[in-house]
């Protein structure tokens, strides 16, 4: 899992001053499964980094009176990060960078809050933090005060989205070795009571001169406050020498005014065995179960407190010891928390594809224009079959007809209605299989989107017109395959791919596939029934027409006029030639039924592997049939379950042969379709299109 984590601008992620943030992000990539491919993004002038992986943003020279820094910093980010494949964007109290990355970038986002959410542009509002809530994947909170803060003033809405993740420290068993000094640490300001602790020192060390004061930390905007003789100001020192000092303090000081997100320092002394007087703000009192709360946060209560430790040593090693024993928050125990919060943001390609239970969104035209008068030939239908039959869920939309049924209604912007409407169909759906077949409803935009709200999702789709060279429109054919190929996972045709005029670059995720039979569909035994006629074919001039384009010839008709001379004496049953209709649904039925034998032509010049869908009616209710040896299908039958002929002459010898030898021609015709439903039936078809879109070895005959 390739993760990106976001620092807020100028956040120091180095060993010597490194903030609450940095700290929080280094210490739980340390312990992390994904530390290796968890790369940190931020800006800082130092060098020495907490942790490698590190991404410095250099923005030192950057001068603009249009764009702010801030921005800037973001932009150039988020250029950095459409680089890499992340699986996970994570941004650190930044939530105006979610606008700046939701709908640039396919990857999950979790925004972490480290400080009150209502006090940071891009979550103030109720609306703005309403908006974070759609577009992030999880919102982490660094306490339950936090937390709620973030959803003050909001309606009553579902919390699954978030979640608390806790600063945390590792646990140290060793005994303490303590002098007796007291410790603040924290910036030297009011807000954090540090006036309140140098105040009290004064009576403190006064009483007790054996003991001395620390204070560790620095403030910009440095206000003096008068200090005790035995108060050391030791200034801003390196993370690893402030839990140095806990270490050896006896007592330590958090009398924050400021509401605290957390109160890291908290957390760190009690784990260091001091005994803590904290205030109750904020989420102090989520950093441990063992320190003093004061009452009122005033000189005299600190001042109070520290001495009932000093004077009460009993009290003050069980205080250090139920302290450093009971520590609330660990890191590793964190560290997991984090990793399988991001592993739940990909539930499903861990769960149903390794059960083999996907959901799959079948989208393709399910012809109610039609009136349901190619059921029999569609593929989708098949697919769809097959998926439930193998144990998926699948939900079909139907694309040409939801776009007509909005132009019948006059709706404004119908590709924006379809494309809102798809969109949350497959929010509330979640697929983990996208299929698609012969639309030209689905686009680049559509396809991002789906893929930004489920990074895993697999898409797929299946072509069945031909796109061998030989064909007038063979390059439209092509386009229109071409066109999704950098945006899908997989592609499905029934044309051999080694023949389509394609780069091999192109032609990588391009697989072979059979027109499935369905044993609901193709029911017939015709070499058990008495047929009254010979050879059976059809065609039409495209499925969506249901009568012939007046005048146009194609080199079929030029085929079945020169093989009707030839047959003198066979009943044939052509459709689709001179004035004879195309023929449909049941009609299409009653008159296959009524043929011995069928001839599978298809437009174009034979090639290898492509046939008209209808091979699968006609080997798939019993006709025996007759096929060009070039399209090579010899490959997968032989000549005791299909019948292939050389040219015309050939074609019109062997129907005059087979129309005599009846018992031949039965066993070959049921030998046909019992080969054709042990390969290519519904569910082995469809099993072959999930396996190769999920990433498993599988073969067309197995």
Same mark, same amino acid.
């Given at each position: 899992m390739?993760?990106?984590?976001i620092?807020?601008?100028?956040?120091?992620y180095?060993?010597?001053?490194?903030?609450?943030?940095?700290? *929080?992000?280094?210490?739980?990539?340390?312990?992390?499964?994904?530390?290796?491919?968890?790369?940190?993004?931020?800006s800082?002038?130092?060098?020495?980094?907490?942790?490698?992986?590190?991404?410095?943003i250099?923005?030192?020279?950057?001068?603009?009176?249009?764009?702010?820094?801030?921005?800037?910093?973001?932009?150039?980010?988020?250029?950095?990060?459409?680089?890499?494949?992340?699986?996970?964007?994570?941004?650190?109290?930044?939530?105006?960078m979610?606008?700046?990355?939701?709908?640039?970038?396919?990857?999950?986002i979790?925004l $972490?809050f480290?400080? &009150?959410?209502?006090?940071?542009?891009?979550a103030?509002?109720?609306?703005?933090?309403?908006?974070?809530?759609?577009?992030?994947?999880?919102?982490?909170?660094i306490?339950? *005060?936090?937390?709620?803060?973030f959803?003050? %003033?909001?309606?009553?809405?579902?919390?699954?989205?978030?979640?608390?993740?806790?600063?945390?420290?590792?646990?140290?068993?060793?005994?303490?070795?303590?002098?007796?000094?007291?410790i603040?640490?924290?910036?030297?300001?009011?807000?954090?009571?540090?006036?309140?602790?140098?105040?009290?020192?004064?009576?403190?060390?006064?009483?007790?001169?054996?003991?001395? +004061?620390?204070?560790?930390?620095?403030?910009?905007?440095?206000?003096?406050?008068?200090?005790?003789?035995?108060?050391?100001?030791?200034?801003?020192?390196?993370?690893?020498?402030?839990?140095?000092?806990?270490?050896?303090?006896?007592?330590?000081?958090?009398?924050?005014?400021?509401?605290?997100?957390?109160?890291?320092?908290?957390?760190?002394?009690?784990?260091?065995?001091?005994a803590?007087?904290?205030?109750?703000?904020?989420?102090?009192?989520?950093?441990t179960?063992?320190?003093?709360?004061?009452?009122?946060? &005033?000189?005299?209560?600190?001042?109070?407190? /520290?001495?009932? !430790?000093?004077?009460?040593?009993?009290?003050?090693?069980?205080i250090?010891?139920?302290?450093?024993?009971?520590?609330?928050?660990?890191?590793?125990?964190?560290?997991?928390?984090?990793?399988t919060?991001?592993?739940?943001?990909f539930?499903?390609?861990?769960?149903?594809?390794?059960? %083999?239970?996907?959901?799959?969104?079948?989208?393709?035209?399910? +012809?109610?224009?039609?009136?349901?008068?190619?059921?029999?030939?569609?593929?989708?239908?098949?697919?769809?079959?097959?998926?439930?039959?193998?144990?998926?869920d699948? /939900?079909?939309?139907?694309?040409?007809?939801?776009?007509?049924?909005?132009?019948?209604?006059?709706? /404004?912007?119908?590709?924006?209605?379809?494309?809102?409407? !798809?969109?949350?169909?497959?929010?509330?759906?979640?697929?983990?299989?996208?299929?698609?077949?012969?639309?030209?409803?689905?686009?680049?935009?559509?396809?991002?989107?789906?893929?930004?709200?489920?990074?895993?999702?697999?898409?797929?789709q *299946?072509?069945? &017109?031909?796109l061998?060279?030989?064909? +007038?429109?063979?390059?439209?054919?092509?386009?229109?395959?071409?066109?999704?190929?950098?945006?899908?996972?997989?592609?499905?045709?029934?044309?051999?791919?080694?023949?389509?005029?394609?780069?091999?670059?192109?032609?990588?995720?391009?697989?072979f596939?059979?027109?499935?039979?369905?044993?609901?569909?193709e029911?017939?035994?015709?070499?058990?029934?008495?047929?009254?006629?010979?050879?059976f074919?059809?065609?039409?001039?495209?499925?969506?027409?249901?009568? !012939?384009?007046?005048?146009?010839i194609?080199?079929?008709?030029?085929?079945?006029?020169?093989?009707?001379?030839?047959?003198?004496?066979?009943? @044939?049953?052509? $459709?689709?030639?001179?004035?004879?209709?195309?023929? *449909?649904?049941?009609?299409?039925?009653?008159?296959?039924?009524?043929?011995?034998?069928?001839?599978?032509?298809?437009?174009?010049?034979?090639?290898?592997? $492509?046939?008209?869908?209808?091979?699968?009616?006609?080997?798939?209710?019993?006709?025996?049939?007759?096929?060009?040896?070039?399209?090579?299908?010899?490959?997968?039958?032989?000549?005791?379950?299909?019948?292939?002929?050389?040219?015309?002459?050939?074609?019109?010898?062997?129907?005059? @042969?087979?129309?005599?030898?009846?018992?031949?021609?039965?066993?070959?015709?049921?030998?046909?379709?019992?080969?054709?439903?042990?390969?290519?039936?519904?569910?082995?078809?469809?099993?072959?299109?999930?396996?190769?879109?999920?990433?498993?070895? +599988?073969?067309? /005959?197995?």
């Open positions: 390739n993760i990106a984590t620092l807020p601008y100028k956040e120091n180095t060993k010597n001053g490194a903030g609450a943030v940095a700290l *929080w992000v280094s210490e739980f990539i340390r312990d992390s499964v994904n530390k290796n491919s968890t790369y940190i993004f931020g800082t002038r130092n060098k020495n980094f907490l942790s490698k992986n590190y991404i410095n250099n923005l030192d020279k950057f001068n603009s009176k249009l764009t702010s820094t801030t921005k800037k910093y973001s932009q150039e980010i988020l250029k950095k990060v459409q680089e890499f494949n992340f699986d996970i964007i994570e941004i650190h109290n930044r939530p105006n979610v606008v700046d990355f939701s709908n640039k970038i396919n990857s999950k979790i $972490y480290h400080n &009150d959410p209502t006090s940071m542009k891009g103030k509002t109720v609306n703005e933090r309403l908006y974070l809530l759609e577009k992030v994947d999880k919102i982490i909170f306490s339950k *005060w936090v937390k709620q803060k959803f003050s %003033n909001l309606p009553k809405i579902s919390q699954n989205k978030t979640g608390v993740i806790y600063h945390s420290i590792d646990p140290v068993k060793k005994k303490m070795k303590k002098n007796k000094q007291i603040f640490v924290g910036k030297l300001n009011e807000s954090k009571g540090y006036d309140l602790f140098c105040k009290a020192m004064f009576k403190v060390l006064n009483e007790f001169p054996n003991w001395k +004061a620390i204070s560790i930390g620095e403030e910009k905007r440095f206000q003096e406050f008068p200090t005790h003789n035995h108060h050391l100001n030791l200034g801003q020192l390196s993370h690893e020498k402030v839990i140095e000092f806990l270490e050896k303090s006896e007592i330590a000081v958090i009398p924050s005014r400021w509401e605290e997100p957390f109160g890291r320092t908290s957390l760190e002394a009690t784990s260091r065995g001091c803590t007087i904290i205030s109750a703000t904020g989420g102090l009192e989520e950093t179960d063992h320190a003093i709360r004061l009452k009122n946060l &005033d000189t005299e209560n600190i001042e109070t407190e /520290i001495i009932k !430790l000093i004077k009460n040593d009993r009290l003050r090693k069980k250090q010891i139920k302290s450093q024993k009971n520590i609330k928050h660990k890191i590793k125990l964190n560290s997991e928390k984090i990793d919060m991001r592993n739940s943001l539930p499903f390609i861990n769960f149903r594809i390794n059960k %083999n239970q996907l959901r799959i969104l079948n989208i393709y035209n399910l +012809a109610q224009k039609l009136n349901h008068r190619i059921y029999n030939l569609s593929l989708g239908k098949k697919f769809t079959n097959g998926f439930i039959r193998n144990g998926h699948v /939900i079909e939309i139907s694309d040409r007809d939801y776009v007509r049924q909005q132009k019948i209604l006059n709706v /404004i912007n119908i590709k924006d209605k379809f494309k809102n409407y !798809l969109i949350e169909t497959f929010k509330n759906y979640n697929p983990d299989l996208v299929v698609f077949g012969h639309t030209e409803n689905i686009n680049e935009e559509i396809i991002f989107q789906f893929k930004s709200i489920n990074k895993n999702l697999i898409i797929s *299946w072509y069945e &017109d031909p061998m060279s030989n064909l +007038a429109n063979t390059s439209k054919n092509i386009n229109k395959l071409k066109k999704l190929l950098p945006l899908v996972d997989h592609s499905f045709v029934t044309t051999d791919p080694s023949v389509i005029n394609l780069k091999n670059s192109e032609k990588k995720n391009i697989h596939f059979i027109t499935p039979v369905d044993h609901n569909i029911c017939f035994n015709v070499f058990d029934l008495n047929p009254e006629n010979d050879i074919y059809a065609m039409s001039h495209g499925v969506n027409r249901a009568i !012939l384009k007046s005048g146009k194609d080199e079929r008709v030029i085929f079945l006029e020169k093989l009707k001379s030839k047959i003198k004496g066979i009943k @044939y049953d052509f $459709y689709g030639i001179g004035k004879q209709e195309p023929i *449909w649904g049941n009609n299409f039925y009653m008159s296959l039924l009524n043929s011995k034998m069928a001839l599978n032509l298809s437009r174009g010049k034979p090639t290898k592997y $492509y046939s008209s869908n209808r091979i699968a009616s006609l080997m798939g209710n019993g006709l025996l049939v007759f096929i060009d040896k070039n399209v090579k299908i010899n490959d997968f039958f032989n000549k005791n379950e299909i019948v292939t002929y050389q040219d015309i002459d050939d074609l019109s010898d062997k129907i005059k @042969y087979f129309k005599t030898n009846e018992k031949l021609r039965k066993n070959i015709a049921k030998r046909g379709k019992q080969k054709y439903f042990k390969l290519f039936n519904e569910k082995s078809i469809s099993k072959y299109l999930t396996d190769i879109s999920t990433g498993k070895k +599988a073969s067309l /005959i197995n």
